[in-house]
């Protein structure tokens, strides 16, 4: 009803609404929509009889990368699949398209952060004869299944956060632990005195970092590093003597 639409949105939102439910059931407005992008059906309303030089929309590729990969930078292979439009640009219901396929090599930075996109000018569809191109995104997205390497950590930001799991008569009477740093590199966490469980240290500077544009130049920002320690408990209370047993005596 329009009067409860009225109340759950603002005239802007009614319009683009509008707007969408009219390309929607348009058949030649959603096959303009679907090559061209917002802006090629604007230039196709204002003018449908000429051969518009218009943009293609930009295709979005995704590239998995673990936090060491970020963390360190890398290279990626990737193989993409374009769309290549043939025919009368000016009369969308005759194009023509098939596919094409081309391999990339990115050169992903370090530090670089999930969302992040590198883009490639001109490499997304095209149109074969026409001078008309649309853009190559890649987009950092992470992996769908976590390296080995990478286990423990995950990234909120420009902080890392690490889980480090210890035993009870560890938590109790201090421990010494050897931690794998996502540069391969190690370094040890000791804690002589009582660990409560969910303790969490901090270690300054061993985040990610970023050059940020600002009105006042560039600005650089650091991460920490955030290690969650949680307390795992024994079975029995044997076992926890024996633990203490050994810890304590040797």
């Known amino acids: 009803h329009p009067d409860k639409i009225r109340s759950a949105y603002n005239d802007d939102k009614i319009k683009d609404i509008n707007e969408a439910y009219s390309i929607l059931t348009n058949d030649e407005k959603k096959l303009i929509y679907d090559q061209f992008g917002s802006q090629g059906l604007h230039d196709f309303d204002n003018n449908p009889f000429r051969s518009a030089k218009v943009q293609l929309r930009s295709l ?14 890398t290279t990626k292979t990737v193989q993409v699949k374009r769309t290549v439009l043939s025919g009368n640009i000016g009369n969308p219901n005759l194009l023509q398209h098939h596919e094409e396929k081309e391999t990339f090599t990115i050169n ?17 569809n095209r149109h074969d004869t026409e001078e008309i191109y649309g853009d190559l995104f890649f987009v950092i997205i992470p992996e769908k299944h976590m390296s080995d390497i990478c286990q423990g950590y995950r990234l909120e930001g420009l902080d890392l956060h690490y889980s480090l799991t210890i035993s009870l008569s560890e938590s109790l009477l201090g421990f010494i632990v050897k931690i794998k740093f996502l540069d391969s590199k190690e370094f040890l966490l000791t804690t002589p005195k009582i660990t409560k469980p969910e303790t ?12 940020i544009n600002s009105p006042y130049g560039q600005i650089k920002k650091t991460g920490d590093l955030y290690i969650h320690i949680k307390v795992e408990f024994p079975e029995k209370l044997d076992d926890m003597w024996a633990g203490y047993v050994v810890a304590r005596f040797g």
């Open 200 to 211: 969490i240290k901090v270690i300054s500077g061993y985040g990610f970092q970023k050059t």
């Open 108 to 124: 992903i930075e370090p530090h670089t952060l999930y969302g992040e996109k590198i883009i490639e000018k001109n490499k997304g």
């Open 60 to 73: 979005f590729v995704e590239v998995e990368c673990n936090l060491f990969e970020l963390y360190n930078g």
